[in-house]
């Protein structure tokens, strides 16, 4: 059962183009978390985010938390070569056990 | 980079052979996980760890068991393995549950 929708599945951009990428369910996550991962490599974590309505931006990425805790956003200004990517969103359904429920993942690559 | 290490990187195995792949760690972490990846299904959970000999099953835990016996090791076995277990295994580790940090992954191929 897939309870964590990620949109869209594959994006293709010019660089210097903004993305949003989204992430959705009906469940409430104590917190939601956002990975990178490169091909032949495991995911790298970026952000994990806590709160209802928690905005956190790590440079370029803005990440929200939606404010039931049902939903997050991950949002790119001015892609770059070097974003390109597989993204995954994963939330944790069981109070900071750390059991993760993940997104099919958003493939992204930025052209230069 | 947290440091945990997967064992064997890549594996081709014969159909109902059994197979153990190890996780290990260097950050002395209570949290331990074992997730699999398929195209179009993501990271699935098989099986955690939440302290040295307490663990409990995942998602797709079927076909799979697990032990750890010191808190740096993390072993997941494949009791007979299938060609529906041909997948890219991660091992990750959490403190607290508050983000994990995963291996570089084992590719086991049964044929």
């Known amino acids: 059962t897939q309870l964590l929708e990620q949109s869209p599945q594959f994006l293709s951009i010019q660089e210097g183009e903004n993305l949003t990428v989204y992430c959705n369910s009906s469940s409430v996550f104590s917190s939601l978390q956002w990975y990178r991962q490169e091909p032949g490599e495991g995911p790298v974590l970026l952000v994990t985010v806590v709160t209802g309505g928690e905005v956190k931006k790590l440079k370029r990425l803005t990440f929200q938390f939606g404010d039931a805790r049902k939903d997050s956003s991950l949002h790119i200004t001015a892609a770059q070569p070097g974003d390109t990517g597989l993204y995954l969103c994963?939330?944790?359904?069981?109070?900071?056990?750390?059991?993760?429920?993940f997104g099919q993942g958003t493939t992204l690559q930025v052209k230069p | 980079d947290a440091g945990i290490t997967q064992s064997p990187r890549h594996k081709v195995t014969e159909t109902g052979t059994p197979v153990t792949l190890r996780c290990h760690q260097t950050e002395n972490h209570r949290y331990m996980y074992w997730y699999r990846q398929d195209p179009g299904h993501g990271l699935r959970l098989i099986h955690y760890s939440y302290g040295v000999k307490d663990t409990d099953k995942g998602e797709v835990s079927d076909g799979y068991s697990v032990s750890r016996s010191k808190t740096e090791d993390f072993l997941l076995t494949l009791e007979s393995a299938t060609s529906s277990q041909t997948s890219v295994y991660f091992c990750?580790?959490?403190?607290?549950?508050?983000?994990?940090?995963f291996g570089q992954g084992t590719r086991l191929t049964v044929v």
């Open positions: 994963a939330g944790d359904l069981s109070s900071n056990t750390g059991k993760l429920i």
């Open positions: 990750a580790i959490s403190e607290r549950g508050l983000g994990a940090f």
